[in-house]
């Protein structure tokens, strides 16, 4: 929520901030040895740890059926074609976030003023597209602790998201850590919403510190503002601000989404 104006500067890839290890940051995966036309038929190694022949089809979208039960349970990390693969950038299918955003959009007043700006596409947007990554510094779980305790203290708006990864029993597996506040992109000005239009998903491109790309959950018209739940990634979808009691609700802050479905408060974290 960009109710109060914290100016940044813009970015086009993450940043290394405090705490990160920086062997950790330089690391790079293998690549691939396959070529771009045999992708289709023989399976890249970038894929060997699921069971799949591609992350997206012809249309750059993410071979995921929306309309399949629980589908959000099943959805797994993806891992891209990277510049130490031998496929060709040009035109291999793996290579879709690296490669984007596709689309055009806009930063806007939102008619509740309590909420600042947001963020809504000028063009259409087909379902399970790759639309935006959030970009930041990515820093240590305990200079998040600390950063979060210091902007709530100045009333300051969070910008910080925990993009966390799971293991099938909904304990967290791997959680990375990304601050917006001082370096960012537009994705900054995505607001929450109970019923988004966008999920996040951990997408690695040649390393081991997941980038979080934002995918369309169905069809966005021209004009729709953009959103998501600030609650977390795939499979993951239960807000921790329920069954909480009258007195710690009041530290957390109201939600502004006016869905029908509204839980009410914006997800926090302990």
């Known amino acids: 929520m960009e109710f109060k104006h914290i100016s940044f500067i813009e970015i086009s890839d993450n940043l290394p901030g405090k705490g990160i290890e920086l062997d950790l940051w ?158 960012s992109n537009l994705a900054r000005y995505i607001n929450h919403s109970c019923d988004p239009n966008l999920f996040v998903l951990p997408v690695r491109i040649g390393n081991i510190i997941p980038h979080a790309a934002l995918f369309s959950l169905r069809n966005i018209q021209p004009g729709e503002e953009l959103t998501y739940d600030y609650n977390g990634t795939v499979g993951k979808i239960e807000s921790k601000s329920q069954g909480k009691d009258e007195e710690n609700l009041k530290n957390l802050n109201l939600c502004l989404c006016n869905s029908e479905n509204c839980r009410g408060y914006l997800p926090f974290f302990e």
């Open 26 to 183: 330089n690391s790079e995966y293998e690549g691939c040895k396959c070529k771009s036309s045999q992708f289709l038929n023989l399976k890249c190694s970038c894929l060997s740890s699921h069971d799949i022949k591609s992350n997206y089809d012809t249309f750059k979208q993410l071979n995921v059926d929306f309309n399949q039960k629980n589908w959000n349970s099943n959805m797994y990390p993806i891992t891209e074609c990277h510049s130490e693969c031998s496929c060709d950038e040009n035109s291999c299918l793996n290579r879709v976030v690296q490669s984007g955003p596709y689309f055009n959009f806009e930063i806007f007043n939102c008619d509740n003023f309590k909420k600042g700006k947001g963020l809504k596409t000028k063009e259409f947007i087909p379902v399970a597209s790759f639309v935006l990554e959030y970009m930041g510094e990515i820093i240590s779980l305990d200079e998040a602790k600390d950063l979060l305790k210091i902007r709530q203290n100045r009333q300051e708006p969070n910008y910080i998201m925990f993009l966390n990864e799971f293991y099938s029993n909904d304990q967290i597996m791997a959680s990375t850590i990304i601050d917006a506040r001082n370096y």
